[in-house]
């Protein structure tokens, strides 16, 4: 086999057309250069530089041949050597990173470009889902992070950072009659039809919003469940029922949707951002993520 060196020691002395300088450009002595070179050509089986005496004449076909093949031997080799070097330094590399559907609505967006213009050659794949379905995603490798809603159920050796805060609020057809009232309580959505999303898809969440309703004297009249928030805010939009969401998604379909907060402390909830066995490209993105919001806006 022959080695990298022998390869740019050869390379040097073909593009130099000079011992002497070739072995100045590689910052050796000309007697082992000239040693190397001939150990070379034996190795090979070829002669690869037409000398006269002591002079080189120039290349031997073979040596023309090697010349090329060798540049672009080194040329891959300093490649492969870089790309270690940048993967293990988290500078490329891929972060398949899920979410919950909220957090488009609060810092992720700006979470995004800054990794991006900090990691311009790390590729980020974005996936919208629940926070079952991304705990499954982590369990089973086909995500590398993942922004949910705790508590978790099941998770066990995943690293939990906090990313975001919220609030839930309700959520109403902008033509009900309740959405023109001033002050409207919790409570006066104990006889109306609600949409929400199974317990097996956040079952934290789920229960957060169903011990608001409980707080409230009532059980909420579960007609319909919708995966995902975006989906559920769609059926309020049509008028099929209300529910309780984000607070942050108060700006999607505010022309057919009535916002109202709920002022309850309970009403506050956290999204994280969660890892297993994160790559050097993962981590990269959970110490950009995990910055003060003012940091990563600037």
Known sequence: MIDLRKMEQFVAVAEERHFHRAAHRLGMSQPPLTVAIKRL????????????????LGLTAAGHAFLREARETLRQAHYAIRMAQETAAGLTGLVRLGYVGSALYGRLPDTVRAFRQARPDVRLELREATTATQIVGLLNGTLDAAIIIPPLADAEGIDLHGFDHDRLCMALPIDHPLSR??????????????????????????????????????????MQEAHGMHAVLSLVA???GVSIVPESMADFRPD????????????AFELSLAVREPTPATKAFVMIATEPLGSIEH
């Open 181 to 222: 009232q001033d002050r409207l309580t919790l409570a006066d959505l104990a006889d109306e039809a609600f949409i929400l999303w199974p317990m097996i898809e956040g079952r934290g969440f789920h229960l957060q919003v169903i011990r608001l309703c409980a707080d409230a004297g009532f059980a909420p009249r579960i």
């Open 256 to 267: 057919r949707i009535a916002y109202r907060a709920i002022a309850a402390p309970e009403a």
């Open 238 to 240: 049509v008028g099929a």
């Open 41 to 56: 050509e034996e190795d090979l089986g070829v002669g690869l530089i037409e000398r006269g005496g002591n002079r080189i």
